[in-house]
């Protein structure tokens, strides 16, 4: 009973999020702020896990094709199909669920502490619209940092495995454009929209919601971190069912 408590107050929240909307210029100074927060502050190490990872991707292939009889490009082909549906979309989302997260929850949870949530209601702001709705809009950036970090993975990959001598570059390449399913991307970015609302508004929910003192942003910061992970995983498994089965 106590989760779908929970359940039904982020429900609660959303409809809060949606309403009585804050004066358009104001929201436009907040939304630019987040953008420049939880987006263009992410892109670092965003690009530099990308890289790495499909770096790693490649490697990991080379190392495991001991049959002289399977094709090199495999490992091109093995790359891209790795980086995009999953290693972008969602491994770096949960990454995303411990950096923007925390600051997410914590940002709000440090204005619940010190009250100035409630100095927002006295003045008649809705404060989940104030707080929390420039946040979901600067989310729907997210789907740019996704695809940069498609090219970087995929770029990381063919210097791992170009370099590291394990393929040519004309096999590597050749195994990147083969059998290329372009639904493929619309299903990596509809996730990645799916998982950019969760960001946003799953650690949102902890930090407005907190209760305690400066101990309990920590507490909260550190649920919404566990709860967004592991909602962004049950719901890559839905969609994945749903998109591609």
Request: glycine share 10%; net charge positive.
């Amino acid at each position: 009973m106590f989760y779908l408590d929970d359940i039904g107050r982020y429900f609660l929240m959303l409809r809060g999020v949606f309403s009585r909307m804050t004066k358009g210029s104001v929201l436009k100074n907040l939304i630019f702020k987040e953008i420049n927060d939880l987006i263009l502050g992410s892109l670092g190490i965003t690009v530099f896990l990308a890289f790495f990872i499909g770096a790693v991707v490649a490697i990991q292939t080379a190392l495991n094709l001991t049959n002289p009889l399977i094709p090199k490009q495999l490992i091109g082909f093995a790359s891209r199909q790795s980086v995009i549906l999953e290693f972008a979309p969602t491994f770096l989302s949960v990454i995303m669920a411990g950096k923007v997260g925390s600051y997410i929850t914590s940002s709000i949870g440090t204005m619940r502490v010190t009250e100035q949530i409630d100095a927002l209601e006295v003045m008649g702001i809705n404060s989940l619209n104030y707080l929390v709705f420039p946040k979901v809009i600067a989310m729907f950036m997210y789907p740019f940092v996704i695809a940069i970090a498609m090219f970087v993975g995929i770029f990381g990959a063919y210097i791992a495995g170009v370099y590291g001598g394990f393929v040519s570059g004309t096999e590597f390449l050749a195994g990147l454009r083969e059998e290329f399913i372009p639904y493929h991307l619309v299903y990596a970015f509809i996730k990645t929209t799916i998982f950019a609302f969760l960001l946003a508004t799953i650690p949102s929910f902890h930090g407005y919601y907190m209760k305690g003192g400066a101990l309990g942003v920590g507490k909260a910061s550190t649920s919404a971190f566990v709860w967004t992970t592991v909602v962004i995983i049950i719901a890559n498994y839905v969609l994945t069912q749903l998109l591609l089965s």
